[in-house]
């Protein structure tokens, strides 16, 4: 799966703009070594640990800002061009189906935007809030709670998103939340920056009952 990350990384980059997909920049990536020395496909553990099997996210959950969405794959359109949640869900977060799943070693993707031109604030919004040390909750489809805390929140310019800070590998595994930040440039339609979350693994365990009965946020939830 790291090999998969590492596909990405090399092919293009992210944007996040306010629309269904977002055209890959024609950048030069930084360069970075992989594990996998002899065989760039292996998607063994480099640093030997156990990790979960694989199971698509299917929530995420954190408490201390009130962030409680459903998760929906996200990959590359046929042009190449990287998919964002649509502009109509704007309660609706998604992960990138091409990386680790939550509790495999690597990091975690998911993006959600900040706003829609109808919703007002949306699933993300509450990201400029989360702290140093806040816990995060990924819901899994086999029922498994995968957590993380909240090490670092940085804003960077669009296009000088650290790619391999981002996206690349990881000894276990983490999380990365994305979202738009900074001013809103009214002549390209888009924030300048993207805030980017930053998450490592605490642990994992079986969902509880009192974890199958917290209700999402809503579509209604980010209407005015």
């Known amino acids: ?69 459903p998760l929906t794959a996200l990959g590359l359109d046929y042009e190449g061009n990287f998919e964002v949640p649509r502009m109509w869900r704007p309660h609706e977060a998604g992960w990138f189906e091409a990386g680790p799943t939550p509790g495999e070693f690597g990091p975690t993707v998911l993006i959600g935007h900040v706003d829609t031109e109808r919703s007002g604030p949306a699933v993300f ?8 040390g806040d816990r995060i909750e990924v819901t899994r489809e086999d029922g498994i709670v995968v957590a993380f805390k909240v090490t670092a929140i940085e804003s960077y310019a669009k296009r000088r998103l650290p790619y391999e800070e981002v996206f690349g590998i990881e000894p276990e595994p983490a999380l990365r939340l994305i979202t738009c930040g900074g001013a809103f440039d009214r002549e390209t339609g888009d924030y300048t920056e993207n805030l980017v979350v930053f998450a490592s693994y605490t642990g994992h365990r079986d969902a509880t009952e009192k974890d199958r009965e917290r209700l999402l946020n809503g579509r209604d939830h980010f209407n005015d």
Request: charged share 20%.
């Open 1 to 69: 799966m790291a090999a998969v990350i590492l596909s990405f990384v090399l092919a293009g980059g992210l944007g996040l703009m306010l629309g269904s997909v977002v055209p890959v920049p024609s950048l030069r990536m930084p360069q970075f070594g992989s594990p996998f020395h002899d065989d760039p496909f292996a998607v063994a553990d480099p640093a030997g640990g156990t990790w979960l099997d694989r199971s698509e996210p299917t929530r995420v959950d954190i408490d201390a800002v009130g962030v409680h969405a």
């Open 125 to 132: 919004f509450p990201l400029r809030e989360v702290d140093k």
